[in-house]
T-cell receptor
């Protein structure tokens, strides 16, 4: 079946550090890939997406590249801020209309 | 414009009671989804609507769970004879069309606590 595996959290970083959150997937067909973010006290919102191999999604300084050969969609940011503290979810959609989510990775950024 | 809204925001109920959770999608969105977020299970799909019909109910955990959508808009998720394991945050999302490449817009959720 379709599944998403994310690195365990929490990830604790100092402000301006480099961030990587690993995400790998298993899917039939050619899924679209997403990163959603849940800030404290807020709802889930889309951070970025990529819909085909080698596409790069980017938003708010975050980037992720759809790697079909390694079935990965790792999230990166060059310099994190305290305001980036949140829970990040990797997800896929294979065309059966439902998102399949990873377990989420909590990011804590300290000043 | 207005986003997805859900009510109530919090619901505390006693084991064995029935509960109804409401979702108002973004106006004009034909696709509507229900998910559940719990500590033990993470974020899991429950049911998907296209218009008023539900082509995929595969995520409903038991026959105590049902959902309907009327007028291609508002949806209600009903849980009968609630159990403690039903405690979770129930999230609703909508999208303009059921396109797997499109963003799903999420509501703030209903936190259900079953005592």
């Amino acid at each position: 079946g379709n599944s998403v595996t994310q690195m365990e959290g929490p990830v604790t970083l100092s402000e301006e550090a480099f961030l990587t959150i690993n995400c790998t997937y298993t899917a039939t067909g050619y899924p679209s890939l997403f990163w959603y973010v849940q800030y404290p006290g807020e709802g889930l919102q889309l951070l970025l997406k990529a819909t085909k191999a080698d596409d790069k999604g980017s938003n708010k300084g975050f980037e992720a590249t759809y790697r079909k050969e390694t079935t990965s969609f790792h999230l990166e940011k060059g310099s994190v801020q305290v305001s980036d503290s949140a829970v990040y979810f990797c997800a896929l959609n294979t065309g059966f209309q439902k998102l399949v989510f990873g377990t989420g990775t909590r990011l804590l950024v300290s000043p | 414009g207005a986003g997805v809204s859900q009510s109530p925001s919090n619901k505390v109920t006693e084991k064995g009671k029935d509960v109804e959770l409401r979702c108002d999608p973004i106006s004009g969105h034909t696709a509507l989804y229900w998910y559940r977020q719990s500590l033990g299970q993470g974020l899991e799909f429950l049911i998907y609507f296209q218009g008023n019909s539900a082509p995929d109910k595969s995520g409903l955990p038991s026959d105590r769970f049902s959902a309907e959508r009327t007028g291609g808009s508002v949806s209600t998720l009903t849980i009968q004879r609630t159990q403690q394991e039903d405690s979770a945050v129930y999230l609703c999302a909508s999208s303009p069309q059921p396109n797997p490449m499109d963003e799903q817009f999420f509501g703030p959720g209903t936190r259900l606590t079953v005592l």
